[in-house]
C-alpha cells in the first residue's frame, strides 16, 4: 500500500522551477527522507504535499486518494498532519493549553475559549505530551521551553489530529545533539502505522531513522532508495559536492 503517491509534481516561482516534474512514492509505514542541498525544492515539494501551496501541475494522492485539488485543511482531515520548518507557537500558553487546542480542534466543536470542561480533550493532551517526552513540562508556558522541547511540542501537535501521514520540515533543526538523539528516539518509537515523511539536514540523523530516502536537486528527483543505495551513488556525491556538503554526507 501507499501512503503517498506525487506524480509529476510541479511549481514555478517566476523562471525558476522550485519542484520540477517529481515522481515520489512513499510507502505505508515507511520512514522516508527528503534530502538535497539548500534550495533543491525540499520546503516547497512539502507545501505541495500538504497543500499549503498549489502545484502548478501533477497530483498528489494520499492512501490511494486524489487529494491534488483539496485545500490543506481537507488533507488534513484525511489523515495529513505537517510540522513547518518555521512554525510559530502560541506564546503565552502553557505546553498542555497548546495541545489541548489542538485536540479541541481536531475532535471538533469549540475551541474558544479554551475546552476547560472537556476532559477528554486535556486526557488526550497529556496522552500526547507523554508521547513526545513532555509529560513532565506540561504546564511549562511554551516560551519558557527549550527549542528542542518545542520542536516536540510540535510533533505532539501535528499528532493531535491523528495523522496517518506526518511530515516534518527539518525537525532537528537548531538543535543540540542530546535533543536531537531525543527526537530520533522519539520519530522512532511512533506507531508503526503512522507513515513519516521527514526533510533533514542532519545526514546523521537521517541514516539512523530513514529506511528510505530521497534525493532531490535542482527540483528534481535525483534518486530514490535505500540509505546504503544513495550513500554509495555517485550523482548524488556530486550534487553534494557541487554544495559544498560532500564532508557531511559521507564520513556519516
Ligand atoms: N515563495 C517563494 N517565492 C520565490 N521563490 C521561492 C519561494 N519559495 C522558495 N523559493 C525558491 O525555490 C527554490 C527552492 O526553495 P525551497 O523549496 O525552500 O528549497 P529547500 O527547502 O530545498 O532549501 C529556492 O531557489 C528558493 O529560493
Ligand atoms: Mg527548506
New binding site residues.
Given amino acids: 500500500m501507499t501512503a503517498l503517491r506525487c506524480t509529476g509534481l510541479s511549481r514555478s516561482?517566476?523562471a525558476?522551477k522550485?519542484?520540477d516534474g517529481v515522481d515520489l512514492a512513499v510507502g505505508t509505514g515507511a520512514r522516508h527522507a527528503l534530502i538535497?542541498?539548500?534550495?533543491?525544492?525540499?520546503?516547497?515539494?512539502?507545501?505541495l504535499v500538504s497543500g499549503t501551496m498549489r502545484a502548478h501541475s501533477g497530483a498528489v494522492e494520499l492512501a490511494g486518494r486524489d487529494v491534488t485539488g483539496l485545500s490543506e485543511v481537507a488533507r488534513c482531515r484525511l489523515g495529513m498532519s505537517q510540522t513547518m520548518?518555521h512554525a510559530s507557537l502560541f506564546g503565552s500558553m502553557t505546553a498542555a493549553e497548546t495541545v489541548a487546542l489542538a485536540a479541541a480542534r481536531h475532535e471538533g466543536g469549540r475551541i474558544s475559549p479554551l475546552p476547560r470542561r472537556r476532559p477528554a480533550v486535556w486526557t488526550r493532551a497529556g496522552e500526547l505530551l507523554a508521547e513526545v517526552g513532555l509529560a513532565e513540562r506540561r504546564d511549562v508556558p511554551v516560551p519558557a521551553l527549550s527549542h528542542g522541547e518545542r520542536k516536540q511540542l510540535e510533533v505532539a501537535l501535528a499528532l493531535a489530529c491523528r495523522p496517518s501521514l506526518l511530515l516534518l520540515?527539518e525537525p532537528a533543526a537548531g538543535m543540540s545533539p542530546a535533543e536531537s538523539a531525543r527526537l530520533v528516539e522519539l520519530l522512532a518509537g511512533l506507531p508503526a502505522e503512522i507513515t513519516v515523511l521527514f526533510?533533514e539536514h542532519d545526514l546523521d540523523l537521517v541514516f539512523s531513522l530513514a529506511d528510505s530516502v530521497t534525493v532531490?536537486h535542482l527540483?528534481r528527483v535525483l534518486l530514490s532508495g535505500t540509505p546504503d543505495e544513495v550513500r554509495a551513488s555517485e550523482a548524488v556525491r556530486e550534487a553534494y559536492l557541487g554544495a559544498g556538503r560532500r564532508e557531511e554526507l559521507f564520513t556519516a
Fill in positions: 516561482f517566476g525558476l522550485a519542484v538535497g542541498p539548500n534550495g533543491a525544492g525540499k520546503s516547497t515539494l512539502f507545501k520548518q520540515d526533510v532531490l527540483g
